[in-house]
């Protein structure tokens, strides 16, 4: 199957720092990308959706200003979190699709673990 | 919200056993997948059913829909204690949006 490596996959930060977390697709070109977060034992949330060459979607409750999402490339989506606080520790994963619609399954990265101090 | 419900919360089964995993929905879908989840890592495809489809099969896997009830089931056979893992249904919905909506979760545990 496809590709997907999300780095770093562990990260521990100081509160008030940013912090980045890069999803790239290895091996396909993902015109769209999608990051959640996922607190202990619960589901998947879908923060946003990152279209390559355009302004990411974000879901209802998730703040622009706070997860900063850029899609430069067709392989490489960035999810930055600035001026972390200890609320935003959580386990962020990243998918792509093949194409630019989900009409078949996705490719999840491995997940990145936030913990702000 | 569009986040699906899946029962049971969480399974522990014995080796050989089966396991059923429930996953209901709330509006039309264009297709219905489930995902396994190892503790802490990212998740991986297991099988897709699209919304004319009543029945698929992959291995060990029996995934069912009942569009009429919105609702899916994922049927795992003659489990393993590599199976334990959390398995989640997720769907797309039609229209405008094009996005994977992840349900509950159902944590599933194989005892040796």
């Known amino acids: 199957g496809a590709v997907v490596s999300q780095h770093p996959s562990r990260v521990i930060c100081k509160s008030g720092t940013s912090v980045k977390i890069e999803c790239r697709s290895l091996?396909?070109?993902?015109?769209?990308m999608f990051w959640y977060r996922q607190f202990p034992k619960q589901s998947l949330m879908l923060m946003a959706t990152s279209n390559e060459g355009s302004k990411a979607t974000y879901e209802q409750g998730v703040e622009k200003d706070k997860f900063l999402i850029n899609h430069a490339s067709l392989t490489l989506s960035t999810l930055t979190v600035t001026s972390a606080h200890p609320e935003d520790s959580s386990f962020y994963i990243c998918?792509?699709?093949?194409?630019?619609?989900?009409?078949?399954?996705?490719?999840f990265g491995e997940g990145s673990r936030l913990t702000v101090l | 919200s569009q986040q699906g419900e899946e029962d049971p919360q969480a399974l522990s089964i014995q080796e050989g056993e089966n396991a059923t995993m429930n996953c209901s929905y709330k509006t039309s879908i264009n297709n219905l997948q489930w995902y396994r989840q190892n503790s802490g890592r990212g998740l991986v495809h297991l099988i897709l059913i699209r919304s004319n489809e009543r029945e698929k099969h992959s291995g060990r896997l029996r995934v069912t829909l009942d569009t009429s009830k919105k609702s899916s089931s994922l049927l795992i056979t003659a489990s393993r204690a590599a199976d334990t893992a959390s398995y989640f249904c997720a769907t797309v919905y039609g229209g405008a949006t094009n996005k994977l909506i992840f349900g509950t979760g159902t944590l599933l545990a194989v005892q040796p």
């Open positions: 998918s792509a699709s093949r194409g630019g619609a989900v009409t078949g399954e996705l490719f």
């Open positions: 091996d396909f070109q993902a015109t769209t």
